[in-house]
């Protein structure tokens, strides 16, 4: 069971355009949301988050909006450079007393055309 | 500092043989995790640590297992592997929980079975 979902699998922009990265969740109950981005044979790296008594968090040219009602978030990139060119995964993650768990999206492969 | 390392980087498994793949950060995290990630899918959490001595399963844990004797370190044990054990296993760590601190990623070992 999917709880956190990216439905594209890619997405391709041109240099200089904005990027819009889709995710919905399904856990009302998460309150913490990230985004990732990675690599080919490397691991995931941190971009930004967003705490969901937030709608929009900003870091550079990354802005994350959160959507609580419509169980939805969403990272723009702008503007899209070459180099953003990768697999970004969304994850969440609700307080736990059992601990820190998150949730990845199976991710939305970026190309940004120069 | 390092930060997550994990050997092996490649490695190839006959039906029933076992492994431990290594994992050890050196940025005195108390969090460490493993997930694998299966094409076209994302990150699934296998086991996960909130310090030395504390392990915990995560959404696939079976067929693995998990120990933790230092902060530092964090090996998950495959015994008699399966085909279905075919993916790319990333650790991660991270400082704490409450701080909700997004998680370092090593850069991943791909594993297969045959």
């Known amino acids: 069971d999917q709880q956190v979902k990216q439905n594209s699998p890619s997405l391709s922009v041109q240099e200089g355009r904005i990027s819009i990265l889709n995710c919905d969740y399904t856990?009302?109950?998460?309150?913490?949301f990230l985004w990732y981005k990675k690599y080919p044979a490397e691991g995931p790296t941190f971009l930004i988050s967003?705490?969901?008594?937030?709608d929009k968090n900003e870091d550079g040219r990354f802005t994350v909006f959160l959507n609580k009602s419509a169980k939805h978030l969403s990272l723009h990139i702008v503007p899209s450079q070459p180099g953003d060119s990768a697999v970004y995964f969304c994850?969440?993650?609700?307080?736990?007393?059992?601990?820190?768990?998150?949730?990845f999206g199976t991710g939305t492969s970026l190309t940004v055309i120069p | 500092n390092a930060g997550v390392t994990q050997t092996p980087k490649f490695r190839i498994l006959k039906i029933g043989q076992s492994m431990t793949l290594q994992c050890t950060q050196d940025?005195?995290?108390?969090?460490m995790y493993w997930y694998r990630q299966d094409p076209g899918m994302g990150l699934k959490l296998i086991y996960y640590?909130?310090?030395?001595?504390?392990?915990d399963k995560g959404e696939v844990p079976n067929g693995y297992n998990v120990s933790r004797s230092t902060t530092e370190d964090f090996p998950l044990r495959l015994e008699l592997a399966a085909p279905s054990q075919t993916s790319v296993y990333f650790c991660?760590?991270?400082?704490?929980?409450?701080?909700?601190?997004?998680?370092?990623f090593g850069p991943g070992t791909r594993l297969t079975v045959l």
């Open positions: 967003i705490s969901s008594i937030k």
């Open positions: 940025m005195n995290h108390n969090y």
């Open positions: 994850a969440a993650s609700e307080i736990s007393g059992t601990g820190n768990q998150f949730y």
């Open positions: 640590s909130v310090g030395a001595g504390i392990t």
């Open positions: 991660a760590s991270s400082p704490s929980e409450l701080s909700r601190n997004a998680q370092y």
């Open positions: 856990n009302s109950m998460f309150d913490y």
